[in-house]
């Protein structure tokens, strides 16, 4: 019998020593995005790539200093994205595409994953960061979405920044419009939107989304960035995803929320509820991905596209940024 035991708790041990130890969630972390579209390696000139790069790097650096030193995912994600609509290489702030009358109509939305408190602005035009209208929208009004010029008035009066509009018109954007007017076509004109989901050391879960909008676009066109449920989402329960991408069908197919729903009433994984979801939006004809932070700590880059710029860095000291979909 001793002999039989002895051989049993071998095997058991020799079991238990081959099995993977299981990863630690991270404390924290961060996912960023500055937008999904057309990105080939051929037509990236070395200076571009590392500009983008490093943009994207800086606004990972904002965020993790507010996590790191305890701060709230809602904190982390809005300074991540602040960062961003201050770089005029991403569409959204200082570098937002124009409309067909050569302006700047910028969208925005932030939500938090502990009570699922939301806050949206749409067509704002001397808001230097939309970012902050949107998070003074939740946390001041008891309304989630405001639209136009009187979004311009109330950030104002509440202190928020403003800039003239010619702040946010940029030689480059300029020729884009000029480009998209006279009928010519380049990718990377087309793509924008910025974003970010966090989870803190609380497991509270955050996201924000802020853009330009499409190149060219119809004054008065409102996307899927300030759309919660389409562009942004964040629930505790569930996930915090960012979307980018064509608008029309983010919306259409619910993506945000949809995600968030699979994570919870199908069990999936961040990665396999981006997904399916992507693929809805692909049958719909619609492009983009989508950056998205599960409750139990799987995340996703995802893409239906050549490449997004993207970014991750948690507390086990992961940091990491991309812009192709290879990498």
């Known amino acids: ?148 010029p009187d979004v311009d008035e109330m950030a104002k009066a509440a202190g928020v920044e403003i800039v003239p509009p010619e702040y946010f018109i940029t030689p480059r954007r300029q020729e884009a419009l000029q480009r998209a007017m006279a009928g010519s076509f380049v990718p990377m004109d087309r793509y924008g939107t910025v974003g970010a989901v966090a989870m803190d050391a609380k497991g509270n879960l955050a996201a924000a989304t802020s853009t330009g909008g499409l190149n060219a676009k119809p004054p008065g066109r409102v996307g899927d960035s300030p759309i919660i449920g389409a562009g942004t989402y964040a629930d505790n329960d569930s996930c915090a995803v960012s979307a980018t991408g064509d608008g029309e069908y983010f919306i259409r197919a619910s993506v945000a929320r949809m995600i968030c729903a699979r994570v919870a009433m199908q069990d999936m994984t961040a990665e396999q509820a981006a997904g399916a979801t992507l693929a809805e939006v692909k049958a719909l004809g619609g492009t983009g991905g989508v950056i998205v932070l599960s409750h139990d700590g799987s995340t996703a880059l995802s893409m239906n596209t050549e490449g997004m710029f993207r970014g991750r860095a948690d507390s086990t000291g992961k940091r990491e940024v991309g812009i192709y979909v290879d990498e």
């Open 1 to 148: 019998m001793k002999a039989v035991i002895a051989g049993l708790l071998a095997v058991t041990l020799s079991a238990c020593a081959n099995m993977e130890t299981p990863v630690a969630k991270p404390e924290w972390t961060l996912l960023i995005h500055g937008g999904a579209g057309v990105m080939r390696r051929a037509e990236m000139t070395p200076e571009i790539d590392a500009a983008y790069r490093a943009g994207l790097n800086d606004a990972l650096e904002a965020g993790t200093k507010v996590l790191a030193s305890g701060g709230e995912a809602l904190d982390a994600v809005e300074a991540a994205v602040r960062v961003l609509e201050d770089n005029p290489n991403f569409n959204a702030g200082r570098g937002a595409v124009l409309t067909r009358e050569g302006v700047a109509e910028l969208d925005a939305s932030i939500m938090d994953g502990r009570d699922r408190s939301a806050g949206a602005v749409a067509q704002v035009r001397t808001v230097k960061n939309p970012i902050r209208a949107a998070r003074h929208v939740m946390e001041t009004t008891g309304r989630v979405m405001f639209a136009g």
